[in-house]
């Protein structure tokens, strides 16, 4: 039982040191989330004027960018706030409370639906 | 009968959730962090989700477009996203160099962990510089807490539908919550901002001074950086449902 102990402890001390962020790892995310806020800035300023006829181009570009909003949320979290190097139990005690954000959205998209035909 | 004999259920178990020691592996100030900012991530959507559906239920909005044009201090129209791309801009790269403060301090670089600590500081000084000439620039319009500009300055920001805008009332009445929802949202964002940059400031104190490097690791720098990076995180979203969309 005491070398099962010790085993545990030493495996606890190595655990961490491998992988982490490094300076180019660091820099590599920093230019992924730049690149991702240029194509939001290229889709705004170029593509929605220039392709907005009908006036609705909000139903195409609104999307878009919220995938990409997600895209940023994930490099953040994951590589700046380190999430992803720990460990599963610990990222999920994070990221499953979050899902219950999806209610509330789910909730007040509906509810708006509602007001606006109040409000019409 | 021996007393002695071991049965499977005596044994003792080690899997992380057995106790006696972290079964996250994580340090208890920077788990409790990571809960802070998931109370503190709860608030924010609640804001911007109450944002959304006020937006979605409004026959008509001002258009981000028309009302962030300028470039406070330097150009008056025509430039939608510039400002706020600077900003967006700042905080990313503050993020990166709250980053690299962390890096260093995991190999107790101590002057480059004060060095990167500083550039933080700047930057999220300079986004507050930044939020602060937009929000004087929206008040000088006539947009604040209950306020919105004359009839004559808000049709400036609304876009015709078949070449017909939106009755003043209808105008009058989202501007109000434009307005509200604005300052509500970016100065709890900028809040946070504030009080980043005094926690940085404490830090970097701390820093210099030797503390960490006598407790032999830089583990606060790396807690204050999941606050900071949270803050750049919440601004992600507001650029995007606010500037964006």
């Not at chain 1, 708006?112 to 109040?118: N, P």
Request: charged share 10%.
């Amino acid at each position: 039982m005491s070398t099962e102990t010790t085993n545990v402890h030493a495996e606890e001390a190595g655990h961490g040191e491998h992988d982490t962020m490094t300076k180019k790892r660091i820099w590599r995310v920093f230019y992924i989330l730049l690149g991702i806020t240029c194509i939001e800035f290229f889709i705004a300023l170029y593509l929605v004027p220039h392709y907005n006829s009908g006036g609705n181009a909000s139903h195409w570009a609104n999307p878009i960018y919220i995938v990409l909003t997600l895209f940023k949320a994930f490099y953040i979290v994951g590589y700046f706030m380190h999430l992803k190097f720990e460990k599963l139990d610990m990222a999920l005690a994070i990221i499953v409370p979050v899902l219950f954000i999806i209610g509330l959205i789910l909730v007040l998209t509906n509810e708006s639906h509602y007001w606006i035909d109040l409000r019409l | 009968m021996s007393t002695a004999v071991t049965q499977p259920m005596d044994e003792v178990k080690s899997t992380p959730w057995s106790g006696g020691r972290s079964p996250f592996n994580v340090e208890y100030g920077k788990l409790m962090m990571w809960f802070f900012l998931l109370s503190d991530a709860f608030t924010f959507s609640s804001l911007l989700i109450s944002y959304g559906a006020l937006r979605f239920s409004a026959p008509t909005w001002p258009a981000p477009s028309l009302v962030f044009q300028s470039f406070p201090g330097l150009i008056e129209h025509g430039a939608p996203l510039v400002f706020v791309g600077m900003m967006t801009f700042i905080l990313i790269m503050s993020s990166v160099t709250m980053v690299l403060a962390v890096e260093a301090g995991h190999r107790n670089a101590k002057k480059e962990v004060v060095m990167w600590m500083l550039f933080t500081i700047l930057g999220g000084l300079m986004f507050l510089g930044c939020q602060a000439a937009e929000w004087t620039h929206l008040h000088g319009e006539g947009f604040w807490w209950g306020h919105i500009p004359t009839a004559e300055v808000l049709k400036e920001f609304f876009q015709a539908h078949n070449n017909v805008l939106p009755s003043y009332a209808q105008q009058a009445m989202t501007s109000h919550q434009f307005a509200n929802l604005f300052f509500t949202i970016t100065g709890f964002h900028g809040f946070h901002v504030f009080s980043g940059v005094i926690i940085n400031i404490i830090i970097t104190v701390n820093v210099l001074a030797g503390t960490y490097q006598k407790r032999g690791s830089y583990l606060m720098v790396e807690k204050v950086g999941l606050y900071w990076h949270f803050v750049d995180l919440v601004w992600v979203f507001v650029f995007t449902f606010f500037y964006l969309v």
